[in-house]
């Protein structure tokens, strides 16, 4: 037996950082093709209103500017901007690549200027004359939902995008719970709408080749495959003509998941100039027009017993799809239906879901994608029922989580989950936190008249989503994931992964998996991904799918290549396939060791070798030796964890201080834990930030007060203690890898425990939930208002 | 107008519009697109490079103001081959994910630790707060500062 | 963003500035730019001509000598932040922390932060505590504004357009006494949303003999809380006696943005007021 580490499992640094940390990585708004154009985008200075003209005659006077296109230039070229979540075709509405005669929220695209750089397109978008009569428009989504409002859609005298009902047989359970309940909790729970920032905005490079026939184009972008496939809807190209490149990507949390009109319009231009373009996005744009994130309003109502036993949960969710539907923006909110039970064992649940437009930015995924949203409701009731029967909240969560032998277990909400140890990873986080101890500590402080809050949130999440019969149509792909692996003739591998990343590490990851199949260096193995004329088909990195259906498809790659290895090996070593051994690294023959003197094994370098020299063909198998593998995945996994936080307000100002922050989570089996903390320790941040300081915030006439980041606050390295990571690990029977998903696990509980810390902090002044984020001015106010 | 800039060590002349950003000039010009742009406000620091040996923001700065000084991008930080102890650390402690925002990371930790060769954390994070990172919750940029430091300090 | 296309002039001497100032109009004077240029930058300003003044000689110094200390208009907010001469009064290098970001503090300056007069900037209450003097020189030679004239509205200075900051001169107090300043900053800009520089002279017995209080982020210009400071001579500086001095700041006039509406501005003001006052009063003891 041959020894040498084993990569899976290991902390190995990541192969993609030698190139970013010289600043060599190569994002979209690096490149820079021979004669290419630069474009700046005229925007709606209006939320509502009717455009009564767009005058280009001053900016095309203006030496270096191409062009300025409206929308009177697409009409009959392009279709509708890509939306694969029409919820409710009867309510369809679309939205167009430039505004056609209508605004309706503020900064819509209504012309594309092309000049020769990016200063002379951003002169001349400000000298193009626009006039637009300003109408009525709403904001608020429970306003929309009023009678004799604004109207987003004339068509739509109800702003309601999709209206889903409760299934008749949950409101009938439901309702048989309610009446056996011993009493009933009623909670209003906003989940506000923030901002996605990733640090690099959206960014387009297209280049059109007249001769070729073919566009290629540069995306910021999670799901190049996709992508590929709308721009080729939307202008009606082949897409055997249309080449998708996400080069490197700085960041995306659900926002770059989206194909966006400006991709398709892009394309459009290069097309018709014949010339390569780029867009990159400014800040406030980005703020103003990349998509939104959470927006959910819910009243819920809970059933529960005097022991703590929640029975059942119904009310009503609005969400906030904005003024036209995103990619996926409408059917975000479904996972919050899905989700609401939590880990918890909850007899019934029927809830009405209503996306309602408003004169405000689409919102569509963001880290978490309705499962924080999900979350957080549960918990919030959990902490909130806890106080009413006077249980203590970690004693409550206890009586009523799943049990790990009930598994796989049906909820209310619809899903089916895994696997769980709810319990488990619960115990290891309190006694981390020193649970008793702090609630010690805190009996202490306030008794000194401190605000000492100690936070707690279990949760669970969906990840990996599948199968692909749930899949929306107008996606035009599955929700399954690809991978080829092809072995060059010296043994080093090349992967090409249909899950495009965005600083997630699948080169380094991936890169183990197929180290350990085959007992190559981890530096033999590139990973390419990305370009949609390499990589044969893929649908993306979103909703934590990268390890969990992207890494099962290489998995499932390798092991085709490692039974064709084998295949050959043993023809070689005259053999049968079954008699062979692999020990990681050589194929032996089982058992004789030697026959007649000569060493009967080879190595996988050497079976490479073979399969390209095919000097001794091997019967029934063609030269080569390579695979491609499709991963469905039949049902979708459910990580889990436990977090506990402590927090400090001040009474006077309000400040909130962060003392402890205690995540124990459980993705399942772990390929690389380095890469894994790094997503749980941002994606706790990430949800910290939407409780502390996050906000997207409009006036009442559409106007975006938070258009920069010197209003839009996004969390500063010195908000935070240093967070404290202990794991569990169930895995997953769903996949061979046993992983659960990692991306957004950080996410989906920190908001929820940050603010069960503050709420409890403020206690003993017997206050109502605070909403979030808890600015210093929200906390001293309610301090004021309680006479603290 | 006429400038005359060392970048990296090598001097470069250059006739740049009054109103070319500095960042635009090292992007556009230089070809230098290590730096990069998260912002106009200057909050989130992937601009930072360093003017005379401190940390400052290229997206506030026009290219006409550095005529006649020095600046150090991050391409200019390893020598050779040879990783600057900042750019070790941040790969060592796995101190970035989608790496936009590392460049100006990594020039402001340098500066940090040119300075306070042996910084607290609490240091660290006040001397980060003019860089944005959405991916790490920074914690681990903390400990691939930490991490640089210890190398500076036992190399001396 | 992009700034619209502009003249760039670097002159060497103040003599020169003040010429060019003359001569155009529509001149903006350029230092450290951390205002000026994301305003540009966002077009919100769009002068024809920039005059660079960041290296004019002599404007780069800091001094103290025999209890005066004087800034040169050039000095930036990091300079300041490391500065020897100014060691032994913590109140500057305190403020100078508290100012946006490294990056920023690295170019921002004293002088700009002085003349550009948001209501949100720091110095401003500083200068006003310390009864700075600021020395200017324009077409008619020079002159000296006292920092109780300087600040006359909303990001509007007693400077005239055709004047150059060239120093300010602050005397701290030394005897018995110590100064401080305490903010809290707006999350997102790092700007405050209360600043108060506070200023303490004790007598002998620990009581108070002068104090200055000087409050920014709150009104639309900065001000001394002038009624505070006469409630405060006399008494001791306990927690009481300031509560009591502070129940009212005679000349709140406070903004209200998405950050801080205007009532809890001028609580913060209270609030920031006797912080400051106490961290001055234990540093008039030390």
Same mark, same amino acid.
């Given at each position: 037996?041959?020894?040498?580490?084993?990569?899976?499992?290991?902390?190995?640094?990541?192969?993609?950082?030698?190139?970013?940390?010289?600043?060599?990585?190569?994002?979209?708004?690096?490149?820079?093709?021979?004669?290419?154009?630069?474009?700046?985008?005229?925007?709606?200075?209006?939320?509502?209103?009717?455009?009564?003209?767009?005058?280009?005659?001053?900016?095309?006077?203006?030496?270096?500017?191409?062009?300025?296109?409206?929308?009177?230039?697409?009409?009959?070229?392009?279709?509708?901007?890509?939306?694969?979540?029409?919820?409710?075709?009867?309510?369809?509405?679309?939205?167009?690549?430039?505004?056609?005669?209508?605004?309706?929220?503020?900064?819509?695209?209504?012309?594309?200027?092309?000049?020769?750089?990016?200063?002379?397109?951003?002169?001349?978008?400000?000298?193009?004359?626009?006039?637009?009569?300003?109408?009525?428009?709403?904001?608020?989504?429970?306003?929309?939902?009023?009678?004799?409002?604004?109207?987003?859609?004339?068509?739509?005298?109800?702003?309601?995008?999709?209206?889903?009902?409760?299934?008749?047989?949950?409101?009938?359970?439901?309702?048989?719970?309610?009446?056996?309940?011993?009493?009933?909790?009623?909670?209003?729970?906003?989940?506000?709408?923030?901002?996605?920032?990733?640090?690099?905005?959206?960014?387009?490079?297209?280049?059109?080749?007249?001769?070729?026939?073919?566009?290629?184009?540069?995306?910021?972008?999670?799901?190049?495959?996709?992508?590929?496939?709308?721009?080729?809807?939307?202008?009606?190209?082949?897409?055997?003509?249309?080449?998708?490149?996400?080069?490197?990507?700085?960041?995306?949390?659900?926002?770059?998941?989206?194909?966006?009109?400006?991709?398709?319009?892009?394309?459009?231009?290069?097309?018709?100039?014949?010339?390569?373009?780029?867009?990159?996005?400014?800040?406030?744009?980005?703020?103003?027009?990349?998509?939104?994130?959470?927006?959910?309003?819910?009243?819920?109502?809970?059933?529960?017993?005097?022991?703590?036993?929640?029975?059942?949960?119904?009310?009503?969710?609005?969400?906030?799809?904005?003024?036209?539907?995103?990619?996926?923006?409408?059917?975000?909110?479904?996972?919050?239906?899905?989700?609401?039970?939590?880990?918890?064992?909850?007899?019934?649940?029927?809830?009405?879901?209503?996306?309602?437009?408003?004169?405000?930015?689409?919102?569509?995924?963001?880290?978490?994608?309705?499962?924080?949203?999900?979350?957080?409701?549960?918990?919030?009731?959990?902490?909130?029922?806890?106080?009413?029967?006077?249980?203590?909240?970690?004693?409550?969560?206890?009586?009523?989580?799943?049990?790990?032998?009930?598994?796989?277990?049906?909820?209310?909400?619809?899903?089916?989950?895994?696997?769980?140890?709810?319990?488990?990873?619960?115990?290891?986080?309190?006694?981390?936190?020193?649970?008793?101890?702090?609630?010690?500590?805190?009996?202490?402080?306030?008794?000194?008249?401190?605000?000492?809050?100690?936070?707690?949130?279990?949760?669970?999440?969906?990840?990996?989503?599948?199968?692909?019969?749930?899949?929306?149509?107008?996606?035009?792909?599955?929700?399954?994931?690809?991978?080829?692996?092809?072995?060059?003739?010296?043994?080093?591998?090349?992967?090409?992964?249909?899950?495009?990343?965005?600083?997630?590490?699948?080169?380094?990851?991936?890169?183990?998996?197929?180290?350990?199949?085959?007992?190559?260096?981890?530096?033999?193995?590139?990973?390419?991904?990305?370009?949609?004329?390499?990589?044969?088909?893929?649908?993306?990195?979103?909703?934590?799918?990268?390890?969990?259906?992207?890494?099962?498809?290489?998995?499932?790659?390798?092991?085709?290549?490692?039974?064709?290895?084998?295949?050959?090996?043993?023809?070689?070593?005259?053999?049968?396939?079954?008699?062979?051994?692999?020990?990681?690294?050589?194929?032996?023959?089982?058992?004789?060791?030697?026959?007649?003197?000569?060493?009967?094994?080879?190595?996988?370098?050497?079976?490479?070798?073979?399969?390209?020299?095919?000097?001794?063909?091997?019967?029934?198998?063609?030269?080569?030796?390579?695979?491609?593998?499709?991963?469905?995945?039949?049902?979708?996994?459910?990580?889990?964890?436990?977090?506990?936080?402590?927090?400090?307000?001040?009474?006077?100002?309000?400040?909130?201080?962060?003392?402890?922050?205690?995540?124990?989570?459980?993705?399942?089996?772990?390929?690389?834990?380095?890469?894994?903390?790094?997503?749980?320790?941002?994606?706790?941040?990430?949800?910290?930030?939407?409780?502390?300081?996050?906000?997207?915030?409009?006036?009442?006439?559409?106007?975006?007060?938070?258009?920069?980041?010197?209003?839009?606050?996004?969390?500063?390295?010195?908000?935070?203690?240093?967070?404290?990571?202990?794991?569990?690990?169930?895995?997953?029977?769903?996949?061979?890898?046993?992983?659960?998903?990692?991306?957004?696990?950080?996410?989906?509980?920190?908001?929820?425990?940050?603010?069960?810390?503050?709420?409890?902090?403020?206690?003993?002044?017997?206050?109502?939930?605070?909403?979030?984020?808890?600015?210093?001015?929200?906390?001293?106010?309610?301090?004021?208002?309680?006479?603290? | 107008?006429?400038?005359?800039?060392?970048?990296?060590?090598?001097?470069?002349?250059?006739?740049?519009?009054?109103?070319?950003?500095?960042?635009?000039?090292?992007?556009?010009?230089?070809?230098?697109?290590?730096?990069?742009?998260?912002?106009?406000?200057?909050?989130?620091?992937?601009?930072?490079?360093?003017?005379?040996?401190?940390?400052?923001?290229?997206?506030?700065?026009?290219?006409?103001?550095?005529?006649?000084?020095?600046?150090?991008?991050?391409?200019?930080?390893?020598?050779?081959?040879?990783?600057?102890?900042?750019?070790?650390?941040?790969?060592?402690?796995?101190?970035?994910?989608?790496?936009?925002?590392?460049?100006?990371?990594?020039?402001?930790?340098?500066?940090?630790?040119?300075?306070?060769?042996?910084?607290?954390?609490?240091?660290?994070?006040?001397?980060?707060?003019?860089?944005?990172?959405?991916?790490?919750?920074?914690?681990?940029?903390?400990?691939?500062?930490?991490?640089?430091?210890?190398?500076?300090?036992?190399?001396? | 963003?992009?700034?619209?296309?502009?003249?760039?002039?670097?002159?060497?001497?103040?003599?020169?500035?003040?010429?060019?100032?003359?001569?155009?109009?529509?001149?903006?004077?350029?230092?450290?730019?951390?205002?000026?240029?994301?305003?540009?930058?966002?077009?919100?300003?769009?002068?024809?001509?920039?005059?660079?003044?960041?290296?004019?000689?002599?404007?780069?110094?800091?001094?103290? *000598? @025999? !209890? /005066?200390?004087?800034?040169? =208009?050039?000095?930036?907010? $990091?300079?300041?932040?490391?500065?020897?001469?100014? %060691?032994?009064?913590?109140?500057?290098?305190?403020?100078?922390?508290?100012?946006?970001?490294?990056?920023?503090?690295?170019?921002?300056?004293?002088?700009?932060?002085?003349?550009?007069?948001?209501?949100?900037?720091?110095?401003?209450?500083?200068?006003?505590?310390?009864?700075?003097?600021?020395?200017?020189?324009?077409?008619?030679?020079?002159?000296?504004?006292?920092?109780?004239?300087?600040?006359?509205?909303?990001?509007?200075?007693?400077?005239?357009?055709?004047?150059?900051?060239?120093?300010?001169?602050?005397?701290?107090?030394?005897?018995?006494?110590?100064?401080?300043?305490?903010?809290?900053?707006?999350?997102?800009?790092?700007?405050?949303?209360?600043?108060?520089?506070?200023?303490?002279?004790?007598? *002998? @017995? !620990? /009581?108070?003999?002068?104090? =200055?209080?000087?409050?920014? $982020?709150?009104?639309?210009?900065?001000?001394?809380? %002038?009624?505070?400071?006469?409630?405060?001579?006399?008494?001791?500086?306990?927690?009481?006696?300031?509560?009591?001095?502070?129940?009212?700041?005679?000349?709140?006039?406070?903004?209200?943005?998405?950050?801080?509406?205007?009532?809890?501005?001028?609580?913060?003001?209270?609030?920031?007021?006797?912080?400051?006052?106490?961290?001055?009063?234990?540093?008039?003891?030390?």
């Amino acid at each position: 037996m041959v020894l040498r580490p084993v990569s899976i499992g290991a902390r190995i640094k990541r192969r993609e950082d030698p190139r970013l940390i010289r600043g060599l990585g190569l994002y979209t708004d690096d490149l820079r093709l021979h004669g290419m154009l630069e474009c700046a985008f005229v925007r709606s200075e209006y939320a509502a209103g009717r455009i009564v003209k767009i005058d280009s005659t001053r900016a095309l006077q203006r030496r270096g500017v191409v062009a300025v296109y409206t929308y009177d230039d697409l009409r009959g070229e392009v279709a509708r901007a890509p939306c694969a979540a029409r919820m409710d075709e009867t309510r369809d509405v679309e939205h167009p690549l430039l505004a056609d005669g209508a605004v309706r929220y503020l900064g819509q695209p209504l012309a594309l200027v092309v000049a020769q750089d990016r200063y002379l397109a951003r002169d001349a978008a400000l000298d193009v004359d626009v006039e637009i009569e300003p109408g009525p428009c709403v904001v608020d989504p429970l306003a929309a939902l009023e009678p004799d409002t604004p109207r987003v859609y004339r068509s739509l005298p109800d702003n309601v995008n999709v209206r889903i009902p409760p299934e008749p047989e949950a409101l009938a359970a439901v309702e048989k719970a309610f009446a056996e309940a011993d009493g009933t909790l009623s909670l209003r729970i906003v989940n506000q709408r923030v901002a996605p920032v990733p640090l690099e905005c959206r960014a387009v490079v297209a280049d059109w080749q007249e001769g070729a026939q073919k566009l290629t184009v540069w995306i910021s972008t999670q799901v190049p495959h996709q992508a590929k496939q709308q721009i080729a809807i939307c202008l009606g190209l082949s897409e055997l003509g249309v080449r998708v490149i996400a080069p490197e990507v700085g960041g995306g949390f659900g926002c770059k998941l989206p194909v966006y009109a400006e991709e398709c319009l892009l394309s459009w231009v290069s097309r018709r100039l014949r010339l390569p373009v780029k867009w990159a996005e400014t800040r406030t744009e980005n703020l103003m027009n990349t998509t939104h994130g959470r927006g959910q309003l819910h009243d819920v109502e809970a059933a529960y017993r005097r022991n703590g036993e929640l029975l059942a949960l119904r009310g009503r969710i609005v969400a906030e799809v904005g003024a036209y539907a995103s990619y996926l923006g409408g059917a975000i909110p479904t996972f919050t239906l899905l989700m609401y039970p939590g880990c918890y064992r909850v007899g019934a649940c029927a809830f009405e879901l209503v996306n309602v437009y408003t004169n405000t930015m689409a919102t569509d995924a963001y880290r978490g994608a309705g499962r924080p949203e999900a979350a957080y409701a549960i918990e919030m009731v959990m902490d909130e029922l806890a106080r009413k029967l006077g249980i203590d909240p970690v004693e409550l969560r206890r009586r009523n989580f799943i049990a790990p032998d009930a598994f796989p277990y049906q909820t209310a909400g619809g899903a089916t989950y895994d696997t769980g140890e709810y319990e488990a990873a619960l115990d290891k986080a309190l006694d981390r936190f020193d649970y008793s101890g702090a609630r010690a500590a805190q009996a202490e402080a306030r008794s000194q008249g401190r605000l000492v809050g100690i936070g707690i949130a279990t949760f669970t999440e969906i990840c990996g989503l599948g199968p692909s019969s749930n899949a929306n149509p107008l996606q035009r792909t599955g929700t399954w994931e690809s991978a080829q692996v092809r072995v060059e003739p010296t043994g080093n591998v090349t992967i090409m992964t249909g899950a495009s990343p965005h600083g997630q590490g699948q080169e380094t990851a991936f890169a183990q998996l197929a180290s350990d199949a085959f007992g190559v260096g981890i530096d033999d193995v590139r990973v390419v991904h990305g370009d949609t004329d390499v990589v044969p088909h893929g649908v993306g990195t979103f909703g934590s799918r990268g390890l969990v259906v992207g890494g099962t498809a290489l998995h499932m790659a390798l092991e085709k290549v490692k039974a064709k290895a084998a295949a050959i090996a043993a023809h070689l070593l005259d053999t049968t396939p079954d008699r062979l051994r692999f020990d990681g690294e050589s194929f032996s023959v089982a058992g004789a060791a030697t026959d007649d003197g000569a060493e009967r094994r080879m190595t996988f370098r050497e079976v490479a070798s073979a399969a390209h020299l095919w000097n001794v063909p091997v019967p029934g198998q063609e030269p080569g030796l390579e695979a491609v593998a499709r991963f469905e995945p039949e049902g979708t996994t459910f990580p889990f964890g436990a977090h506990l936080c402590q927090v400090e307000i001040d009474r006077e100002t309000g400040q909130l201080e962060i003392q402890r922050y205690v995540a124990v989570d459980d993705c399942g089996n772990i390929v690389n834990p380095l890469l894994a903390e790094g997503q749980r320790l941002g994606g706790i941040v990430q949800g910290l930030g939407q409780a502390l300081c996050e906000q997207v915030v409009y006036d009442e006439t559409g106007q975006l007060t938070t258009a920069t980041l010197m209003d839009y606050a996004v969390p500063k390295a010195t908000m935070f203690p240093e967070i404290e990571l202990d794991s569990t690990c169930t895995p997953t029977p769903l996949n061979p890898l046993g992983a659960k998903g990692i991306g957004e696990l950080g996410t989906i509980g920190s908001a929820r425990c940050l603010m069960s810390a503050v709420h409890d902090a403020l206690a003993p002044l017997g206050v109502a939930p605070v909403e979030m984020p808890v600015t210093t001015e929200r906390l001293w106010r309610v301090l004021r208002e309680a006479g603290a | 107008m006429q400038i005359e800039v060392t970048v990296n060590g090598e001097r470069r002349s250059a006739d740049v519009a009054p109103r070319m950003l500095l960042v635009h000039w090292l992007r556009e010009e230089l070809g230098l697109t290590g730096t990069h742009i998260g912002c106009e406000t200057s909050i989130c620091g992937a601009c930072t490079v360093h003017l005379d040996g401190r940390a400052i923001k290229s997206c506030t700065l026009f290219a006409v103001q550095c005529d006649g000084h020095e600046l150090t991008t991050v391409e200019g930080l390893a020598n050779g081959n040879q990783l600057h102890p900042v750019q070790t650390g941040f790969w060592e402690e796995h101190g970035l994910q989608c790496g936009y925002c590392t460049p100006g990371m990594i020039m402001s930790a340098a500066a940090l630790l040119a300075e306070h060769p042996d910084p607290s954390d609490q240091e660290i994070r006040q001397a980060l707060e003019g860089n944005l990172c959405r991916c790490t919750g920074y914690q681990q940029i903390v400990s691939a500062v930490r991490h640089a430091a210890g190398l500076t300090s036992g190399s001396r | 963003m992009i700034p619209a296309e502009f003249d760039y002039r670097r002159p060497d001497t103040a003599a020169e500035v003040i010429a060019l100032l003359a001569a155009q109009p529509d001149a903006k004077l350029l230092a450290g730019g951390m205002s000026l240029i994301p305003a540009l930058k966002h077009r919100l300003l769009q002068p024809g001509v920039l005059v660079d003044i960041a290296r004019l000689p002599g404007l780069d110094q800091v001094s103290e *000598r @025999r !209890g /005066r200390v004087r800034i040169g =208009a050039s000095v930036t907010h $990091g300079a300041l932040e490391r500065s020897r001469e100014l %060691a032994e009064l913590p109140l500057f290098a305190e403020t100078a922390r508290l100012i946006g970001d490294v990056q920023v503090r690295n170019r921002g300056t004293l002088g700009g932060s002085l003349v550009h007069a948001d209501p949100a900037a720091d110095w401003p209450a500083v200068f006003l505590a310390l009864d700075g003097e600021a020395r200017c020189v324009g077409p008619k030679g020079k002159r000296t504004i006292p920092a109780s004239d300087f600040f006359v509205g909303m990001l509007t200075s007693a400077l005239a357009p055709d004047e150059l900051l060239l120093e300010i001169e602050l005397r701290p107090q030394r005897k018995r006494a110590g100064a401080a300043y305490c903010k809290l900053r707006q999350p997102a800009s790092g700007f405050a949303l209360v600043g108060v520089a506070a200023e303490v002279s004790l007598d *002998r @017995r !620990g /009581r108070c003999e002068r104090a =200055a209080v000087a409050i920014t $982020g709150v009104n639309p210009v900065p001000f001394r809380a %002038a009624g505070v400071e006469a409630r405060l001579v006399g008494g001791g500086l306990d927690a009481v006696t300031l509560g009591r001095a502070l129940g009212e700041i005679e000349e709140l006039d406070p903004m209200a943005d998405l950050h801080a509406s205007a009532e809890y501005r001028c609580d913060l003001a209270r609030v920031y007021a006797r912080r400051a006052l106490l961290a001055a009063a234990e540093r008039a003891v030390a």
